[in-house]
């Protein structure tokens, strides 16, 4: 039976106003959080004059694509510094998070839930906790002003990660993995090619996540980082800002450039993000 079918004529006119009523506000609401993305894209076009005009203009009256070649010229070493970044932390992590998460989802061991709950008790501390010893850490291993201390403790400490696929792993039938044990299979291929493809909802978006913070990083470089040419784009972004002047016009447009990548990979992946946020990652 088709929902509303045998309401009053009046019934029906009150049930279709109060659902157009329903997606105006919807989209009015999403026009509001949209607004931030129109204006960064709007001022990244503006000149430097009219950025500062008062009353603003929200549209420029004559664009200025000359902003981004300008940042071009400068954000190429930042960009690809950004990307390596990136994609070790988003490989790596996933690596090592879905090996751990098989492990404590799957695989009975002496030990398994009370060491889960301790690797659960390291995501209480904040990082600026261990700052310092880790600062010295990296110093006597030489690995400052080395791309080391930005993705090597992220890959082996996974701990979202790690809960999420474990959570993820917990929801898959005993049958499969008790039809590839008779087939012979190790422990290994049974993860590898059996469990690894079932999750694949929760990998979107654990690497999704991963790569968000790695992208958006701005403390790790500036804290371990010294050289110019190691430095990320969120530091790009901050030359721009000086001490007496803001280029805002270049801001926004850097700015515009950095959260293209991140647009491309959300809506791509959307369907195995939501999925692996809602429904795979919460599960157990």
């Not at 696929?165 to 059996?194: C, H, M």
Request: proline fraction near 7%; include cysteine; charged fraction near 10%.
């Amino acid at each position: 039976m088709r929902p509303g079918k045998g309401l009053s004529p009046a019934a029906q006119v009150r049930r279709a106003t109060g659902r157009g009523l329903y997606y105006a506000a919807m989209v009015a609401l999403a026009l509001l959080f949209l607004l931030p993305l129109i204006w960064m894209l709007s001022t990244s076009l503006k000149t430097e004059a009219q950025t500062l005009s008062i009353p603003p203009t929200f549209i420029p009256t004559d664009p200025q694509w000359n902003n981004y070649v300008e940042v071009f010229r400068i954000v190429p070493t930042f960009l690809y510094n950004s990307v390596k970044l990136a994609v070790l932390n988003v490989v790596g992590l996933l690596f090592f998070c879905s090996l751990a998460g098989y492990a404590f989802g799957r695989l009975n061991f002496p030990g398994r839930d009370a060491a889960f709950l301790v690797l659960l008790a390291t995501a209480i501390l904040p990082s600026i906790v261990y700052l310092l010893p880790q600062y010295i850490l990296f110093l006597n291993l030489g690995w400052i002003d080395t791309h080391y201390p930005l993705w090597v403790p992220r890959i082996l400490t996974p701990v979202i990660g790690t809960f999420l696929l474990r959570q993820s792993f917990k929801t898959i039938p005993n049958e499969l993995e008790d039809a590839a044990k008779i087939d012979g299979a190790s422990t290994f291929r049974i993860y590898w090619q059996v469990m690894l493809p079932q999750v694949k909802p929760a990998m979107a978006a654990v690497g999704i996540l991963t790569f968000l913070e790695s992208w958006n990083d701005l403390f790790g470089p500036l804290i371990f980082l010294n050289s110019r040419d190691l430095q990320t784009l969120p530091v790009a972004l901050a030359l721009f800002q000086g001490e007496f002047l803001t280029r805002v016009d270049l801001l926004m447009a850097g700015a515009t450039i950095s959260v293209v990548p991140v647009l491309v990979l959300f809506f791509a992946a959307q369907r195995y993000f939501i999925q692996g946020i809602s429904m795979e990652g919460l599960k157990g």
